[in-house]
């Protein structure tokens, strides 16, 4: 089945900084790759997600790439903002099985 | 529209008790989704339908079962809790095929079992 690596497991910026959230994926016939964020206590929600016929997506602040033939995509977030902290975790799907498969997870803390 | 909603909210169970938790839906989604969520593990997907009368095993499906009751609704049922059980559950919807396209999640029910 996909096994999705996700790096680094916690991150910590400074407001105003960027932050990159790197994750890897097993399975080459995967074309579905989503992003969610999960604030404390909440429940997760879908940010911004990439379908594998695009290399690049952005959306204000947030970007996603994707190389698919090194198999790995990222996540970028640019002019930090205290709102931004909280746990994402990126996705696969599309493969032999159709099921989306989670990294475990980056907690993001973004320091005003 | 109340999107994904889930119940209980929080449960205290005793290792061998039985118990089912609820999820329902009102944006007529196709496929449904359970998942648990434990510390530094992400999200692991338990059962899943991708349409009414259809269920099949996700990830981690021992010592669970699923009924896709209706479009509308899809339970989650603990025949003999575990303490490995301790976790939290979410059901999450999606109008399309399973595993692609935005999935909407319920606020989670937060499972002990002691």
């Known amino acids: ?112 | 529209n109340a999107g994904v909603t889930q119940t209980p909210k929080f449960q205290v169970l005793k290792t061998g008790q039985s118990m089912t938790l609820q999820c329902a839906q009102d944006m007529n989604h196709n496929s449904m989704y359970w998942y648990r969520q434990d510390p530094g593990m992400g999200l692991r997907l338990i059962y899943y339908s991708a349409s009414e009368g259809t269920t099949d095993k996700g990830e981690v499906p021992n010592g669970y079962n699923v009924s896709r009751l209706n479009k509308r609704e899809f339970s989650l049922r603990l025949e003999s809790a575990a303490p490995s059980q301790t976790s939290v559950y979410f059901c999450a919807s999606s109008p399309g095929l399973a595993g692609v396209g935005e999935q909407f999640f319920g606020p989670g029910t937060r499972l002990t079992v002691l």
Do not use: M
């Not at chain 1, 916690?10 to 989503?34: H, M, R, W």
């Not at chain 1, 929600?45 to 996603?64: C, M, P, W, Y």
């Not at chain 1, 994707?66 to 205290?82: G, M």
């Open chain 1, 1 to 112: 089945g996909e096994n999705v690596e996700q790096h680094p497991s916690t991150l910590s910026v400074q407001e105003g900084d960027s932050a990159v959230i790197k994750c890897t994926y097993s399975d080459s016939a995967s074309n579905y790759f989503p992003w969610y964020k999960q604030e404390l206590g909440k429940r997760p929600q879908l940010i911004i997600d990439i379908r594998s016929n695009v290399g690049e997506k952005k959306d204000q602040r947030i970007a996603v790439t994707l190389n698919k033939t090194a198999k790995h995509f990222s996540l970028h977030i640019t002019e930090t903002q205290p709102e931004d902290s909280a746990v994402y975790f990126c996705a696969a799907s599309g493969g032999s099985n159709y099921k989306l498969t989670f990294g475990k997870g980056t907690l993001l803390t973004v320091n005003p």
